[in-house]
């Protein structure tokens, strides 16, 4: 089973749709002993931090997602509360990853909202990508590259499109929003054993 973590985040339906695409199915839910029995743990969201923050720790979520052992991806906002800091609300993060979370620096040009290639990608998830393929992106706030970057994209400054650690995945682009190149990114998910 395939746990969506519900935290009053947008976006979990796309996420679910493009499951079911794959034909996996899965549950929304935001109760502890479903996520922790869950095979896979989608961590989606779109949304604004502090709020999704202070769900998450209502329901003692945010205790319970760094110590999950399965395969866990967070997408868009939940990789970045997935991150150390948050300058979105000055939010102190879960720190599975440990780096920042910064705004980009042009008003004028954010959020980033549209299709971007990614570059030096290296983990599973990317299996089947090219650096031709684009994905898309929909954001204000970035992840400061990293050791754990497992994609970068260059948007105004370089930043980490994609981060790892263990057995937590991560993409601030939407994969469930790519097209064919996010169909191919959930499947690698889908088929991950860590």
């Known amino acids: 089973m395939i746990a969506i973590i519900k935290y009053n985040a947008g976006n979990v339906e796309s996420v679910q749709n493009a499951l079911l695409r794959l034909g996996a199915t899965s549950v929304v839910t935001d109760h502890p002993e479903q996520i922790s029995k869950a095979d896979k743990v989608i961590f989606p969201g779109v949304g604004e931090a502090s709020s999704a923050m202070r769900f998450l720790k209502e329901k003692r979520l945010d205790q319970l997602i760094p110590d999950l052992r ?97 057995n937590f995945f991560a993409t601030q682009f939407h994969p469930e929003k790519s097209g064919k190149t996010g169909a191919v990114i959930l499947q690698n998910f889908l088929e991950l054993n860590v």
């Not at 780096?99 to 998830?125: C, T």
């Not at 299996?127 to 954001?139: A, Q, R």
């Open 70 to 166: 399965q395969p866990v991806l967070g997408i868009c906002l939940g990789q970045q509360l997935m991150c150390r800091n948050l300058e979105e609300g000055n939010v102190v993060g879960m720190n599975i990853f440990p780096v920042d979370v910064k705004r980009f620096p042009a008003e004028d040009i954010v959020p980033h909202m549209g299709w971007n290639s990614l570059k030096n990608f290296r983990n599973p998830l990317f299996k089947g990508v090219s650096e031709d393929d684009n994905v898309y992106f929909v954001h204000s706030y970035y992840c400061e590259n990293t050791p754990f970057a497992a994609a970068e994209c260059d948007y105004i400054l370089p930043f980490a499109a994609a981060l790892q650690k263990d």
